[in-house]
């Protein structure tokens, strides 16, 4: 479902599964609704607050979130706080605007779809293993600078030299919602986009490329490594 934005103090549950608000002062539909707070930096490095609020049916999809809502759940109050929300905020760190929407886009998505149990190591090209709708939801979504003509003749390899032509930022958006996914546990997401990138990984005919794809002019050692699996810990288990 699409979203919008929420006025001041919305007189009913708006049935959505999630509102952009328009401020850090807006009311949430109603006790149904958890406050997310995305914090990023614009082009002129000043911070940006986007404030949404996201159902519970799409909340308890984030396995960050299920003993939280549990306890919520359980607790009553006489006059339910609709600023705060049942629990306190979820704050996102260096989280867009648009990589939250995707991310809860997809949480809207599988609340009537089943997502691919994707097995590791992969053992096909990503599209022989995953369903189309995640296939269009990879393309349609993930990559905002690049244009993708959606068929069904779709290959990895192919896509693979688009990314590369591109460059690296190209994957910024892939990046930010792998992140997302992996600090909210939401594992079929996760499992998804690293999975993505690891099949186009596979898919650069030699080391120079990947390199290139990765934006690396050499291979890192096991000590740089090391400081980049403490930013993104997803990574070492792909």
Known sequence: MASQPAPQNPPQESGLTFVVLNSHEDHLPS????RFVAHSMNSEGK????DFAVHKRAARFCRLLDSILDVADLSSQTKPDLVSGPIPPVTLSQATREGCEIVF???DLVQTRMPT???KPLRAPLEELIQPWEMSFLLGKCFGNVNVEESTE?????FFKTVLKKGPKSMNRILEIAMLS???LIEP?????????ASLGLSAPNEDELLKFCGLDAQLSE???ESVYLQLAFLRYR
């Open 31 to 34: 006790v149904n609704y958890i």
């Open 223 to 225: 000590e740089d490594l």
């Open 189 to 197: 997401l996760r499992n998804l986009t690293c999975a993505f990138l």
């Open 154 to 158: 779709f290959k990895t390899s192919t």
């Open 47 to 50: 911070g940006v607050r986007t």
């Open 117 to 119: 149990n994707i097995s």
């Open 105 to 107: 886009e997809y949480l």
């Open 182 to 184: 992996d600090f909210l």
